[in-house]
């Protein structure tokens, strides 16, 4: 196994990108040994792709390219959550600019950490402020500050200039916030392993995304009615990010890619029964009788290509 890194001078087009691509799997002998180019989304990408296609021997490719491009799931992940927080607006910019005052000089971080120490309240975990851009940062940043809810409160009570405490809705909101993004950022730490086979994982972690949203977006009225105005606002706020979520889900995830359900079928402990079982709540009962049909068609193609291949080779 080797890697390398190269540097891509500007205008970074697909021409560009194609021709640096190309130079590099020539230099390493590896140009009729590639399987799948795993790629971010964009379109600049999905030209790029296309143009060293043009350039590879089709003979020596997958099903003559056709399999050639993957998405990267960890990337659509991370698009998918951002056009949720994106909605989120001031849902939860109390907390934050309470980790930014008490973060903000060694003195206050001290006062704070002392305070913890007299109410008892281990101080494990650092006080980190979140990178607006990057939400996996403001997830972190959330599951270490709902620890010292306790010490915020006091010092609320204490210090003047701190004036921008949380609520009780700012800290069940923040709470929920955890739960969700919980979910993508163990995903993302899973897809993003080195050490073992992922693709294999795909399909069991995506139909559990799905259905997490799907609940999400189910939001239950009559108990709307009840809250206090506060949280309520924040509730339709949750429901609104989960929206967002799920036009972004459907956009990447409606044509899946056959070759992560082959990576699924080919797992010992799941084979074709997994893929059954979770095209059901994915695409529907009748639409997954298809899709199940499509995936054994193409573990078809795949065989035969490999069967042709080694009574040639």
């Known amino acids: 196994y080797s890697s390398r890194f190269v540097y891509v001078p500007a205008p970074h087009t697909s021409e560009v990108i194609c021709d640096v691509l190309h130079e590099v799997l020539v230099e390493y002998y590896i140009e009729r040994k590639i399987s799948t180019i795993t790629l971010d989304n964009c379109t600049t990408n999905d030209k ?18 056709k399999l050639l491009h993957m998405r990267c799931c960890a990337h659509i992940l991370n698009l998918i959550v951002k056009d949720g927080l994106a909605v989120l607006g001031d849902g939860i910019e109390r907390v934050r ?16 950490e002392k305070t913890c120490r007299l109410m008892n309240i281990e101080y494990s975990r650092r006080l980190n402020l979140d990178c607006k851009t990057r939400w996996n940062s403001t997830y972190i940043m959330l599951s270490i500050v709902v620890l010292y809810r306790d010490v915020f409160d006091r010092l609320s009570l204490r ?19 955890i739960v969700r993004l919980k979910l993508f950022y163990d995903v993302t730490t899973l897809w993003s392993g080195t050490s073992y086979v992922t693709a294999n994982m795909f399909f069991p972690k995506v139909c559990g995304i ?56 080919l797992d010992p402990r799941y084979k074709l029964h997994m893929v059954q079982a979770l095209y059901g709540p994915l695409y529907g009962p009748e639409a997954a009788i298809q899709e199940v049909a499509r995936v054994k068609q193409l573990l078809r193609e795949l065989l035969v290509q490999y069967q042709d291949a080694s009574s040639t080779g």
Not at 48 to 64: F, H, I, P, R, T
Not at 97 to 112: I, L
Not at 159 to 177: G, I, S, V
Request: hydrophobic letters at 40%; glycine letters at 4%; one cysteine or more.
């Open 159 to 177: 210090e003047r200039l701190f004036n921008c405490c949380p609520t009780t809705a700012d800290w069940d909101f923040a709470k929920e916030m």
């Open 48 to 65: 790029a792709v296309e143009d060293v296609l043009d350039k590879l021997d089709s003979s020596s490719l997958m099903l003559g390219g």
């Open 210 to 265: 799905k259905l997490a949203i799907h609940k999400w977006t189910t939001l239950d009225y009559e108990l709307l009615q009840d809250m206090p105005d506060g949280m309520k606002k924040k509730s339709e706020l949750m429901q609104k990010m989960s929206e967002e979520m799920k036009k972004k889900f459907q956009k990447y995830w409606t044509d899946i890619h056959g070759l992560m359900a082959i990576a699924t079928v």
């Open 97 to 112: 600019d309470s980790v930014g005052f008490w973060s903000a000089t060694p003195k206050r971080h001290e006062k704070f």
